[in-house]
T-cell receptor, first 111, second 113 residues
Framework: GESVGLHLPTLSVQEGDNSIINCAYS??????FIWYKQESGKGPQFIIDIRSNMDKRQGQRVTVLLNKTVKHLSLQIAATQPGDSAVYFCAEVGGAQKLVFGQGTRLTINP | DGGITQSPKYLFRKEGQNVTLSCEQN?????MYWYRQDPGQGLRLIYYSQIVNDFQKGDIAEGYSVSREKKESFPLTVTSAQKNPTAFYLCASSIGWARHEQFFGPGTRLTVL
């Protein structure tokens, strides 16, 4: 079946460093991907999305990379700040046209 | 301000009782969704509605029911048939079905006593 998973459940980085959060997906037919940020006790917040006809997309301090050959998605956060501490989810639009979420990676920023 | 509201934020229920969670959006979105999130887990789709007066079961619909009588409202009822209802429930909406960014509400934390 479809699945979206993350390589690392937790990630700790120093404030000011860059963070890279990885995600593997299993459905090669998926053509739309989203990264969400979820702070404790709140709903997920959209960060950035990418379609399969692209391999890179940049936002404010964030970059999403898509490698369709190995079915891998990553989120890069530049110059991480304390406010970046949260759980990050990748999600894909799978064959059933539904958004499938991964388990999430908890990002902790160390001062 | 446009957005999605969910109420209540915290809800307690006794075993055997049905409870309804509210979800309202003023974004004029056609599609709405209900997800369940357990601790340390991702989101699992309960029900979704592509358009008013229509809804479909998601991956874990057993023990839940919904209605979509108005475009802006998509209430979720957790019935006594749901064996493990304690969870964080999230409502979302999108302009259209599936390929569009989903906007999430703040969530309702349901605890069964």
């Amino acid at each position: 079946g479809e699945s979206v998973g993350l390589h690392l459940p937790t990630l700790s980085v120093q404030e000011g460093d860059n963070s890279i959060i990885n995600c593997a997906y299993s459905n090669s037919a998926s053509d739309y991907f989203i990264w969400y940020k979820q702070e404790s006790g709140k709903g997920p917040q959209f960060i950035i999305d990418i379609r399969s006809n692209m391999d890179k997309r940049q936002g404010q301090r964030v970059t999403v990379l898509l490698n369709k050959t190995v079915k891998h998605l990553s989120l890069q956060i530049a110059a991480t700040q304390p406010g970046d501490s949260a759980v990050y989810f990748c999600a894909e639009v799978g064959g059933a046209q539904k958004l499938v979420f991964g388990q999430g990676t908890r990002l902790t920023i160390n001062p | 301000d446009g957005g999605i509201t969910q109420s209540p934020k915290y809800l307690f229920r006794k075993e055997g009782q049905n409870v309804t969670l509210s979800c309202e959006q003023n974004l004029n979105h056609d599609a709405m969704y209900w997800y369940r999130q357990d601790p340390g887990q991702g989101l699992r789709l309960i029900y979704y509605s592509q358009i008013v007066n229509d809804f479909q079961k998601g991956d874990i619909a057993e023990g839940y029911s919904v209605s979509r009588e108005k475009k802006e409202s998509f209430p979720l009822t957790v019935t006594s048939a749901q064996k493990n209802p304690t969870a964080f429930y999230l409502c979302a909406s999108s302009i259209g079905w599936a390929r569009h960014e989903q906007f999430f509400g703040p969530g309702t934390r349901l605890t069964v006593l």
